[in-house]
């Protein structure tokens, strides 16, 4: 005769068999008499906690039973209704809402708006403004904190020091404390709130930081130059590097050094020694510009129409040379034209998934080979799941989830009790994900408006990118466990679920979708978790 396991016998003294296990175990007691004894011993248990746990209190105390575990079935139920409560709020917003949206943007579009590079500058000179003063009080005040700290300390700890070693600990405190109060830069700093002009008689024998909306410099700087702003004009003589970021930058100067900046429109009509980076919607090289070093830009259009000593790349939608390239010409675009007397020296590269997107004049020149190679995934269109790269990246990400895992459930084991709830239940879950996921950036960003919250909007973006990766890994772990029923915490059930994660995030069309419900379940797992440790330590307080 096979009799019930102890599990199947406990569940059903509580009452927590489904119709069909009950009626057969109930059929089993009829002629089993040992198993009728089991079940009359765990009712009678069951009936003495329940006293006891009512004994000393006013309201009755209920005692715990037995929940049925969630199946795939159910789980698989949850999250299609999550996902069509989904797609049935996109639906009425389109179909209801979308009209009004779309006729109050129209207003709002017809509004003046600065582009990125315009945003960024004015970004960057309140920092340099208003923030330098406030970093290094905070770094100040920090350093005096653990310095007071680790003194009183000491002088706390050492009673058997003589008075010699507590005066020269003292005197050591004392220049700490001297050394971390703000002193003057090594450099020249400059800022005005129109227009900042450095003279043509002006010298400048050190590295130079300016910051306006509108910089113009004719004279000569013996250094760096740093400049921030809206728009930076460059006529005079740089000795060093020369960094910059503006909406507009124009550089009819000459750098001895290296140039490095980013612009909406970046032009170049001077000359640097060493190589030039530049980036923005067009980099202009004009005819009588010289590169020495190398010229690596990336913008919309690029027109090179000076010399480059060494070596060209570029990564654009069009490129057109019409100078000189004295050694390799790598381009990556859509369009490639050699117009004019143009001359490279070297080879010539054109990344593309259009070879005809090459026009070469018969007047330029190629001294090396031109060959064509095919352009990245998002432009050549190709699919991911031909190369054997992507696979590696897949089994790397489940084994850095892997190991994430095991670290998780064993710094925080009271994670391995989290599972998931049956309809309603998981979709409040998502709900709570969802919320997480849309707060805690405008949370950051309203913090990250002021420079004093900036470091913990920061840390808040950090803590929610963590969080983010940890909700798959946790959605994987629930998974196996539910595969892997007798032995639920192992690291076999752990990985089993990780890997059904990974292949069903990467299935095609559904995939981001199936990602995206993941995503959202776990990160609504974390938040519910989250409030019930801090609940729990509430009322322990």
Not at 103 to 119: C, E, G, K, Q, W
Not at 169 to 185: D, G, I, Q, R, Y
Not at 451 to 457: S, W
Request: with cysteine; aromatic share 8%; hydrophobic share 50%.
């Amino acid at each position: 005769m096979s009799h019930p396991t102890q599990l199947e016998l406990s569940m059903y003294a509580d009452e927590a068999l489904g119709d069909p296990a009950a009626g057969a175990v109930s059929a089993h007691l009829a002629d089993c008499h040992e198993c009728r004894a089991v079940v009359a011993a765990l009712q009678a248990e069951a009936g003495a906690i329940t006293m006891a746990l009512q004994a000393g209190e006013d309201a009755p105390a209920a005692m715990p039973q037995f929940s049925r575990p969630i199946s795939l079935r159910s789980f698989a139920i949850a999250n299609i209704g999550t996902g069509l409560v989904l797609w049935l709020a996109q639906f009425l917003w389109k179909t209801i809402f979308g009209e009004l949206v779309i006729n109050a943007s129209s207003r709002i579009t017809s509004f003046y708006l600065p582009d990125a590079y315009a945003v960024s500058s004015q970004f960057l000179l309140h920092l340099i403004e208003r923030g330098t003063a406030m970093f290094d009080a905070y770094i100040g005040f920090i350093v005096v904190c653990f310095t007071a700290a680790l003194t009183l300390w000491l002088l706390m700890s050492s009673r058997r020091f003589s008075v010699t070693h507590n005066v020269c600990l003292l005197v050591t405190a004392t220049c700490v404390f001297t050394m971390t109060t703000p002193s003057a830069m090594a450099l020249d700093v400059r800022k005005s709130d129109n227009v900042l002009t450095i003279g043509a008689d002006e010298v400048i024998e050190d590295t130079l930081m300016l910051a306006s909306e509108t910089i113009l410099v004719e004279g000569t700087v013996n250094g760096d130059l740093i400049a921030v702003g809206q728009r930076v004009d460059i006529t005079g003589q740089v000795s060093g590097n020369i960094i910059t970021f503006a909406e507009t930058v124009t550089l009819k100067g000459d750098a001895g050094g290296m140039v490095l900046g980013a612009a909406s429109t970046f032009t170049v009509e001077g000359s640097a020694s060493g190589n030039l980076w530049a980036a923005g919607e067009k980099v202009n090289i004009g005819a009588n510009s010289q590169i020495g070093g190398n010229l690596t830009t990336a913008a919309q259009r690029v027109l090179m129409q000076g010399s480059v000593g060494r070596d060209l790349h570029a990564a654009s939608e069009t490129v057109e040379i019409e100078g000189q390239v004295d050694q390799n010409l790598v381009v990556a675009g859509r369009q490639l034209r050699l117009l004019g007397d143009a001359q490279v020296g070297g080879n010539v590269r054109f990344h593309t998934s259009d070879p005809d997107g090459l026009h070469r004049a018969e007047s330029a020149s190629v001294m090396g080979e031109v060959t064509f190679e095919e352009a990245p995934e998002g432009a050549s269109g190709g699919s991911r799941y031909r190369s054997i790269e992507f696979y590696l990246w897949k089994l790397a990400y489940l084994f850095g989830a892997f190991v994430t895992g095991l670290l998780l459930l064993w710094l925080l084991p009271s994670m391995r009790n989290i599972a998931l709830g049956s309809g309603m239940q998981t979709f409040k879950t998502a709900c709570f994900g969802l919320l997480g996921m849309i707060s805690v950036p405008v949370a950051a960003l309203v913090l990250g408006l002021t420079i004093i919250g900036l470091p913990l909007a920061m840390i808040a973006i950090a803590l929610w990118l963590i969080a983010l990766y940890l909700a798959k890994v946790l959605v994987g772990a629930i998974v196996g466990r539910m595969l892997f029923q007798a032995d639920s915490n192992s690291w076999q059930s752990l990985l089993a679920g990780l890997a059904i994660v990974v292949v069903a995030i990467n299935i095609p069309y559904i995939g981001g979708v199936i990602g995206a419900l993941v995503t959202l379940v776990g990160l609504g797992l974390i938040v519910e978790y989250l409030l019930r440790l801090f609940n729990v330590r509430g009322a322990a307080a």
